[in-house]
Nanobody, 123 residues
Framework: QVQLLESGGGLVQPGGSLRLSCAAS????????MGWYRQAAGKGRELVAS???????NYADSLKGRFTISRDNAKNTVYLLMNSLKPEDTAVYYC?????????????????WGQGTQVTVSS
C-alpha cells in the first residue's frame, strides 16, 4: 500500500507565492518520476511539472519561470514552489508518482495520485 500526502494549498493574493509538498509513504522500493498536475473547474487535468529520479525537470511551457519543482529522494517528497501567482492558476493540484512497490518478491511499477489540494488565487 502506497499513499501520496499533499499539503500546502490555500488562498493567496495575486502575485503571492505558495509551496506545495507531496510525501510518498508505504511499501516503496524506489520512485521514478514525480510530478504535479492541476485541474481547474470545468477543465481537464494538465501537467504542471515533473521531475525524474536524477532530478531532471520538465515544465508546462506557460509556467516556466514562475513554478519550480524539486524533490528530496531521502524523504520521498516532491515540492512545487509557485511564484507570481495569477487568478488563472486557481485549480486543484494533484501529486503524481511512478513507484516500484514491494509486493512479496515482486517490484511492479505503478502510478499513484494524491487526493488533491486546492489552490485559490484571489484578492
Amino acid at each position: 500500500q502506497v499513499q501520496l500526502l499533499e499539503s500546502g494549498g490555500g488562498l493567496v493574493q495575486p502575485g503571492g507565492s505558495l509551496r506545495l509538498s507531496c510525501a510518498a509513504s508505504g511499501n516503496i522500493f524506489s520512485i521514478n518520476t514525480m510530478g504535479w498536475y492541476r485541474q481547474a473547474a470545468g477543465k481537464g487535468r494538465e501537467l504542471v511539472a515533473s521531475t525524474s529520479k536524477d532530478s531532471s525537470t520538465n515544465y508546462a511551457d506557460s509556467l516556466k519561470g514562475r513554478f519550480t519543482i524539486s524533490r528530496d529522494n531521502a524523504k520521498n517528497t516532491v515540492y512545487l514552489l509557485m511564484n507570481s501567482l495569477k487568478p488563472e492558476d486557481t485549480a486543484v493540484y494533484y501529486c503524481n508518482a511512478e513507484i516500484r512497490v514491494l509486493i512479496g518478491n515482486s517490484k511492479p511499477l505503478q502510478t499513484y495520485w494524491g487526493q488533491g489540494t486546492q489552490v485559490t488565487v484571489s484578492s
